[in-house]
């Protein structure tokens, strides 16, 4: 589990097939000490297993899944991904919960500075971002969404995209410096309005007829 609370970014040096299987090649000396053989981490909110690893790199192999749902197998060498490590038990739940199950691809339609005319690195950002129509459903204006995993809260939705305040550390500390209007983009609906959406259904589905009754002893 993570809680998209993003702690660095890493390099795209290489994908290429590698004996049937998609291969990730990612710098990223911060997290690669970190990490051994088999451990998870979320690349740009995709949950993937690190293989190989050495002080500078670490490698991942994509599913075919993750390359139908997901950006990465569009990624390019020298595209930056947001990296963040599980969230260890009994630590502080900083953003929301964070499967990295990506439940599809959205766009980035906007990202532009609240104050046009201040220094880049002081203002806040709005972001805009179309959102994939088979989670549209669950984007609650003030609830929380992830996008690239990244942790955010949705300001707005028009029944299409999104609109989410980004502050300034968000905003150089993660890979969003690096996209510009176009780009696809890793979404993973809030987990927790999931499920209520399906109780919700269930409930809605719920036949309270004579034989449930017979059925269950009344």
């Known amino acids: ?37 088999g451990d998870s981490l979320a690349v740009s909110g995709v949950c ?3 293989l ?5 790199y670490f490698y991942a192999d994509l599913a075919a899944e993750t ?5 990465l197998a569009e990624l390019k060498p020298g595209s930056k991904v947001n990296l963040e490590l599980p969230t260890a038990a009994g630590s502080p739940l ?8 990506v439940d599809g691809k959205g766009t980035l339609v906007a990202l532009t500075p609240v104050v046009p005319d201040a220094d880049p690195k002081l203002t806040d950002w709005w972001l805009k ?6 989670i549209r459903v669950y984007m609650v204006e003030k609830g929380s969404v992830a996008i690239e995993g990244i942790s955010l809260t949705i300001a707005s939705f ?3 995209c999104v609109g989410v305040a980004i502050l300034p550390l968000t905003y150089w500390r993660t890979n969003l410096h690096t996209l510009s209007a176009g780009a696809p983009v890793n979404v993973e609906a809030d987990v927790l309005v999931k499920f209520a959406a399906m109780q919700a259904a269930q409930r809605q589905s719920f036949d309270l007829s004579e034989r449930y009754l017979v ?3 009344y």
């Open 1 to 37: 589990m993570f809680t998209g609370i993003v702690e660095m970014t890493g390099t795209i040096v290489a994908l290429e097939d590698n004996r049937g299987a998609r291969r990730l090649t990612i710098h990223a000396p911060e997290v690669a000490g970190r990490l051994h053989e």
């Open 48 to 50: 993937l297993t690190a």
């Open 52 to 56: 190989d690893v050495n002080p500078e």
């Open 67 to 71: 390359i139908a749902r997901t950006s």
């Open 94 to 101: 900083g953003g929301h919960v964070v499967q990295g199950h």
């Open 129 to 134: 971002v179309r959102i994939p129509e088979n």
């Open 158 to 160: 028009d029944g299409e």
């Open 215 to 217: 059925e269950n002893g």
